[in-house]
């Protein structure tokens, strides 16, 4: 599978607007800044393909992106970005409660700073992946950021904080260096290929 390979399909601003051709879906989910485009760019070894914001809270509807005909890479929009209206806040959570309702993806990606606990948002997307039921991998972007010695504290924090159970990945990741894309990206290929139909 090329990852490489990859289309802009859609913007939905509804979860009627989102793609249910058969295709596999694997939904990215993160806080505003945590870098989330930054890590799909990465992934796809495409410079500029996920837009990067230039303020944080940019990506407001639900973006398809095709890989390689095979499925779709869909990125939900960022959270937790303070100066965003409360308006904006609550169309954002109807947005996603309907979409994990429609359930419409197979694997989940959540994106979190490897620098800091995880913050109450945080743990309100974790819980909505972890009451989703099905299976989704925890990706700790920044990693760059930190010292060797504190890689595996903050790891065991996250996991703790999170209260992931023991299958779910946590992936360290660097979407600077590129340490952890291709644990990500083979991990992605093995979820797609073995998915049930959807």
Known sequence: MNLNNAEFVISAASVAQCPRDGLPQVAFAGKSN???????????????????GEAPGKTTHINYFRIDETFYLVDLPGYGYAKVSKAEKAR???LMEAYFAA???????MIVDARHKPTANDE??????????????????KLDKLKASEREPNLARIRETLQLPVETPVIPFSAQS????????ALLIRAVENRTEV
Request: no cysteine.
């Open 92 to 94: 954002w959570a109807a």
């Open 178 to 185: 590129g340490a952890g894309r291709d644990e990500l990206a």
């Open 103 to 109: 359930a419409p993806f197979s694997y989940g990606v």
């Open 124 to 141: 309100t997307m974790a819980n909505w992946f972890l009451q989703w039921g099905g299976p989704f991998a925890v990706v700790a972007n």
């Open 34 to 52: 945590v870098g989330k485009s930054s890590v799909i760019n990465r992934l796809l070894r495409r410079k500029n393909f996920a837009r990067v």
